[in-house]
């Protein structure tokens, strides 16, 4: 047991320090350590705790809490948190200090800039593993680049979400899908 936490904690303070844009921004890495390397759940669990993470309130970085409790009960729930929060808070207070003396810098408008496309990458890059890990196909795909247009382009997300559902419950009705 007290591998598993520690191997928790190893895998959740490195992403910690790594989650530039917040959560979504390491979901890849995190379904490869938890899945792939060290085989905690299936691919498709993942995406359920996923899930559950977003519907639940608060940050979606709390499938942390549930990777751990899948992984080591109670216990590893309260290494995945930590894990995934004290390296980063630590960081950010360090970081803020010298950050607010900076005031408008071009060492802190470089910085700015480096990372916001790091930061879009990385969420990116966690889509891509919840969609493969969910087994998505072309209608998936399809759906979120359509999705992905409509924001972009100012639609309201409730809007977005209620065509979708509409949509898809149209197409189980029809047979076009599987329940």
Do not use: K, N
């Amino acid at each position: 047991m007290a591998e598993r936490l520690l191997a928790l904690l190893m895998v959740f303070a490195p992403l910690s320090l790594v989650s530039l844009g917040g959560g979504p921004s390491i979901f890849a890495e995190m379904q490869r350590q938890a899945v792939d390397v060290h085989g905690w759940m299936s691919a498709g669990q993942f995406t359920d705790l996923f899930a559950i993470s977003r519907a639940a309130p608060g940050p979606g970085s709390l499938i942390c809490v549930l990777v751990g409790w899948q992984a080591a009960g109670f216990l590893g729930a309260l290494a995945g948190a930590l894990g995934l929060y004290v390296p980063s808070s630590c960081l950010l207070l360090a970081i803020g200090h010298w950050w607010r003396r900076r005031g408008d810098s071009p060492v802190r408008r470089v910085i700015e800039r480096g990372l916001a496309p790091v930061a879009v990458g990385l969420i990116f890059a966690g889509v891509y593993a919840l969609l493969r890990a969910d087994g998505a196909g072309w209608m998936e795909i399809t759906t979120l680049a359509l999705c992905t247009i409509a924001l972009l382009r100012g639609a309201s997300p409730y809007a977005v979400m209620a065509v979708v559902a509409l949509l898809y419950a149209g197409l189980q009705q029809a047979g076009a899908i599987g329940r």
